[in-house]
């Protein structure tokens, strides 16, 4: 069985609403995280305009379930404004529920042409990773803050600790421009030093402008 996440990036207060529908649809249900958006234009992002507060919602579907709460998502919301959120899903090959390991084969496209790149790092810097992105060819991105403690018993993931101090920076690219968006990123002073944090890219299955074509 395979799994895929789905990932919506709404407006804040609208994350329940995607969540409703995606229960709606055959879901089990999903997570909401909070979020800020960074407008595509630096003009406008360094006059502090270009921040909005964004809800990001994580759904975990199985392949037989994952069109239908994506297209569910997107009828909800075929009434809101233009461009008024993300919605995209990307491959899960292995999905830990206590007493169930999954490991899935994952079918590979030919075309694959977006790619979800995802920087983790302290705090404070998401937008340094986020200028160097556009200027690499990127437009906009999402930029999650991180909760929790740093305590040792924590969670980790990938290997960090999830604590305030740290953001995590999500930014949909074009195939063709991923490895300079990546590379650009890799290449800034704030991640330079060990741990001071982590970058990776999935490959996007499905994307969608949501609101009014």
């Known amino acids: 069985m395979n799994f895929h996440l789905i990932i919506c990036i709404v407006p804040h ?13 055959g879901s089990t249900g999903g997570t909401v995280l909070m979020g800020r958006g960074i407008s ?3 003009f406008i992002t360094a006059l502090g305009l270009g921040d909005t507060s ?8 199985q ?3 994952k069109d239908k709460i994506i297209n569910s998502i997107k009828n909800a919301l075929e009434t809101e404004k233009q461009n008024f959120g993300q919605i995209l899903s990307v491959n899960v090959n292995k999905f830990l529920k206590p ?3 999954n490991e899935g084969e994952i079918k590979m496209s030919e075309n694959k042409s977006l790619e979800l790149i995802t920087v983790i790092l302290n ?5 340094d990773a986020m200028s160097a992105a556009r200027k690499a060819g990127a437009g906009g991105g999402t930029v999650i803050n991180a909760r929790g403690t740093a305590r040792e018993e924590d969670a980790k993931f990938f290997g960090m600790q999830i604590v305030p101090e740290k953001e995590m920076l999500l930014i949909v690219v074009d195939t063709q421009k991923k490895d300079e968006v990546f590379n650009a990123i890799k290449s800034l002073p704030c991640l330079s030093e060990p741990g001071s944090g982590i970058a990776f890219c999935s490959e996007v299955n499905d994307f969608a402008l949501l609101g009014k074509n």
Do not use: F, H, M, W
Request: charged share 30%; glycine share 8%; net charge negative.
């Open 63 to 65: 392949d037989e379930q």
């Open 123 to 127: 705090k404070g810097y998401a937008d």
């Open 54 to 61: 964004k809800d990001i919602v994580y759904i975990l579907a």
């Open 40 to 42: 595509p234009n630096s």
């Open 99 to 101: 007493g169930i390991l």
């Open 13 to 25: 207060n609208k994350g329940e609403l995607i969540t409703r529908t995606a229960v709606e649809a």
